[in-house]
């Protein structure tokens, strides 16, 4: 099992799409840091996975195509755009990634990779945001276009939705 954080906007949102991959065992939705100039707390979620199941670089082509990837995020903001990796070996993969998905985007590359420094968890009310109430309006707004989006385009790693439909 691995684990590895990621930030991109709204982390209910990011934790209900993390949340419908298979070799995915655990979303933890809260505020991550990184070291300066990235060290104030910002929305995101820290993923434990199997990676015999889903690879470190298809959870981050998810990642980079489900949110605002070229965005524009400032060091001490709420919301930003990266990939928070525990050592070497995932850094050199989400930079691959990430380069990659820039080049086939024609945008430079916003999505930053930062070292994991520390987590702290959400209010316990917006836990499993998407699948306590899926039926909210914001759920259908937000997170349903992202969720329908994987399991069009990631089939092979997507989990059935809450109707039991496999994609």
Same mark, same amino acid.
Request: aromatic residues 12%; contains cysteine; hydrophobic residues 35%.
């Given at each position: 099992?691995?684990?590895?954080? #990621?930030?991109?906007?709204?982390?209910?949102?990011?934790?209900?799409? #993390?949340?419908?991959?298979?070799? =995915?065992?655990? =979303?933890?939705?809260?505020?991550?840091?990184?070291?300066?100039?990235?060290?104030?707390?910002?929305?995101?979620?820290?993923?434990?996975?199997?990676?015999?199941?889903?690879?470190?670089?298809?959870?981050?082509?998810?990642?980079?195509?489900?949110?605002?990837?070229?965005?524009?995020?400032?060091?001490?903001?709420?919301?930003?755009?990266?990939?928070?990796?525990?050592?070497?070996?995932?850094?050199?993969?989400?930079?691959?990634?990430?380069?990659? #998905?820039?080049?086939?985007?024609?945008?430079?590359?916003?999505?930053?990779?930062?070292?994991?420094?520390?987590?702290?968890?959400?209010?316990?009310?917006?836990?499993?945001?998407?699948?306590?109430?899926?039926?909210?309006?914001?759920?259908?707004?937000?997170?349903?276009?992202?969720?329908?989006?994987?399991?069009?385009? #990631?089939?092979?790693?997507?989990?059935?939705?809450?109707?039991?439909?496999?994609?």
């Amino acid at each position: 099992m691995e684990k590895i954080g #990621f930030g991109g906007g709204c982390h209910w949102c990011t934790e209900g799409v #993390f949340q419908a991959l298979k070799g =995915v065992y655990q =979303v933890d939705q809260g505020f991550i840091q990184s070291e300066a100039p990235w060290d104030t707390w910002a929305e995101g979620v820290l993923v434990s996975f199997d990676p015999t199941a889903i690879s470190l670089a298809t959870l981050a082509e998810v990642h980079l195509r489900t949110h605002s990837a070229n965005g524009t995020y400032s060091p001490g903001g709420r919301y930003r755009s990266a990939i928070y990796v525990v050592d070497a070996e995932q850094r050199e993969t989400a930079a691959r990634t990430i380069a990659r #998905f820039a080049t086939e985007s024609g945008n430079g590359p916003r999505t930053l990779v930062l070292q994991f420094v520390g987590f702290r968890p959400s209010e316990a009310r917006y836990q499993n945001y998407y699948q306590n109430d899926p039926g909210r309006p914001f759920c259908r707004r937000y997170i349903d276009p992202k969720l329908d989006y994987i399991r069009h385009h #990631f089939a092979d790693v997507a989990l059935p939705d809450a109707a039991g439909h496999q994609p």
